[in-house]
């Protein structure tokens, strides 16, 4: 089945949410390299939003998931795409905490720079991946999470 342009623009829109999450991650790897920094422009909207809204990414969280991941009207191209895209900005959000409650005491530390860097790659890896498929109109298959969203869409 043939997907159409615009689904396909938007299914690759979507993944900036979860790229928005990991920014922060990427402190350290901005200090030393700060052209790396260009890599963020394409989250800039989503940031914004959601730092300029009162509990701004829950809002987008629940606006995403009701209007779209659970509307049977939306092409299931977009609703694969967008219930992914949330499970691995949970994921995100999820590192994110636990760096921050269980390394707190490493800050500054070198394990917790390379760790936090990692985590900044490997998101980078999962976007530029799953940018690509939905550019070809394929679904982009993320071990473990792409199951789960069968499951939840099925």
């Not at 829950?58 to 992914?84: D, E, G, H």
């Amino acid at each position: 089945m043939l997907i159409p342009i615009w689904q396909r623009l938007l299914g690759v829109l979507i993944y900036m949410l979860p790229w928005s999450d990991t920014i922060p991650f990427g402190r350290s790897l901005f200090v030393q390299f700060p052209l790396l920094e260009l890599l963020a422009l394409p989250a800039l909207p989503f940031m914004i939003l959601e730092q300029g809204i009162p509990f701004g990414s829950l809002l987008i969280f629940f606006l995403l998931f009701l209007a779209v991941v659970r509307n049977p009207k939306v092409p299931y191209f977009l609703r694969f795409n967008t219930l992914q895209a949330l499970l691995v900005d949970i994921v995100v959000v999820l590192l994110g905490y636990a760096f921050q409650i269980l390394l707190q005491p490493l800050s500054g530390a070198f394990m917790l720079r390379t760790l936090t860097s990692t985590v900044l790659v490997a998101m980078l890896a999962i976007v530029i991946f799953a940018l690509i498929e939905c550019l070809r109109g394929r679904e982009p298959d993320l071990p473990g999470i792409s199951q789960a969203v069968r499951m939840q869409l099925s």
